[in-house]
Nanobody, 123 residues
Framework: QVQLVESGGGLVQAGGSLRLSCAASGRTFSRYSMSWFRQAPGKEREFVAG????????YYSDSVKGRFTISRDVAKNTVYLQMNSLNFEDTAVYYCAAQSSGSLRASSNYNYWGQGTQVTVSS
């Protein structure tokens, strides 16, 4: 069993920045790939960014590439999402998720999810 607790969301002006955190506990965290997803009102949950358990590979959706950075600190059992140059289209509930195998971009491959944290960007 893996437990994920998210924090760092809030209200920010367009062009501003936020850093989301996801603290993991339970099974050995370093062996899990981790990703961030988001869900805006009236839309399906979408992939945002992912990182393999080794940290050798990172993946980003086209809409956030160059603005968001995913990273992990194995010693602290924590994954981060640094979000820069935020715009109104980034407004959503952001979720972190963990898996031990499978495609990082497919939400159906994840068994463990955080509770979500709201990010609201004013226009």
């Amino acid at each position: 069993q893996v437990q994920l607790v998210e924090s760092g969301g809030g209200l920010v002006q367009a062009g501003g920045s936020l850093r989301l955190s996801c603290a993991a506990s339970g099974r050995t965290f370093s062996r899990y790939s981790m990703s961030w997803f988001r869900q805006a009102p009236g839309k399906e949950r979408e992939f945002v960014a992912g990182i393999t358990w080794s940290g050798d590979y990172t993946y980003y959706s086209d809409s956030v590439k160059g603005r968001f950075t995913i990273s992990r600190d194995v010693a602290k059992n924590t994954v981060y999402l640094q979000m820069n140059s935020l715009n109104f289209e980034d407004t959503a509930v952001y979720y972190c998720a963990a898996q031990s195998s499978g495609s990082l971009r497919a939400s159906s491959n994840y068994n463990y999810w955080g509770q979500g944290t709201q990010v609201t960007v004013s226009s």
